[in-house]
């Protein structure tokens, strides 16, 4: 019966943790926090009733935090489930957005996605997902400086190797500057994926997440990174004025 006990053990650990290497990290994350925020919860009303309330509140405090609910958020606390990443801080599907005049770009926050879509030239209205790389790099000629530096970004998430693979380099062999422009305003809330209006906490922490996502051992994008801190710099001077 030991043995038989033993092997059912090693069984179901090994399952649970195929599990948790196939799931998705952001689903992960919420029910791991909603399992805690719920064991909290009823620890401190077990607690509660053997009359501890110096453990059982702020024991209940944290479980709430933990699910998102801020019950005294306004007594003047603030938002107590911020502190926990619960809340409508980062909603799920929230996404980036960088705009140039032959690519629309977008990174998914969950998944770390990066995808586009063509908006001019030939291929308008095509996603980049369409196209192999040769046709790709074929591009690279009719497309302004700020184009190829958002295709690059592409390419390196989705052919890690293209760079060396590519015969000269094609797209980097005779790199333009990338000239800009002043950032918008409204080009700033679409790179960090926040609504208008979004306070100083919030900007910190979109910025915070998107470069941990563009980190290079996450095929990160150097100039993607510039234009996520100049982004942060847009609103944060904003906010100052």
């Not at 369409?130 to 184009?147: H, T």
């Not at 918008?184 to 919030?202: F, K, N, S, V, W």
């Amino acid at each position: 019966m030991t043995l038989i006990a033993g092997a059912i053990a090693v069984i179901t650990l090994y399952l649970l943790l195929q599990m948790f290497r196939s799931a998705n990290p952001a689903a992960l994350a919420r029910a791991i926090r909603f399992g805690g925020g719920v064991v909290a919860l009823a620890v401190a009303a077990f607690t509660g009733l053997k009359g501890e309330l110096v453990v059982a509140i702020p024991l209940g405090i944290f479980g709430a935090g933990l699910l998102g609910w801020t019950p005294m958020a306004n007594a003047g606390f603030g938002n107590i489930g911020g502190l926990f990443g619960a809340g409508a801080t980062r909603p799920a599907g929230q996404a980036s957005r960088v705009r140039s005049q032959f690519l629309d770009m977008r990174l998914d926050h969950d998944s770390g996605q990066l995808g586009g879509r063509i908006v001019a030239g030939p291929h308008a209205g095509r996603d980049l997902d369409e196209f192999d790389l040769a046709a790709l790099l074929a591009m690279v000629p009719a497309f302004d400086a700020e184009s190829v530096a958002l295709l690059e970004s592409y390419l390196d998430r989705r052919f890690p190797a293209w760079r060396q693979n590519a015969q000269g380099d094609a797209a980097g062999g005779q790199r333009r500057t990338v000239a800009t422009g002043k950032m918008t305003t409204e080009e700033a809330y679409q790179i960090l994926g926040l609504q208008p209006g979004a306070g100083r906490d919030d900007i910190s922490r979109a910025h915070k997440s998107l470069m941990k996502k563009l980190h290079p051992d996450q095929g990160g994008s150097t100039y993607l990174a510039a234009r996520v801190n100049e982004a942060k710099d847009t609103l944060l001077r904003t906010h100052n004025g």
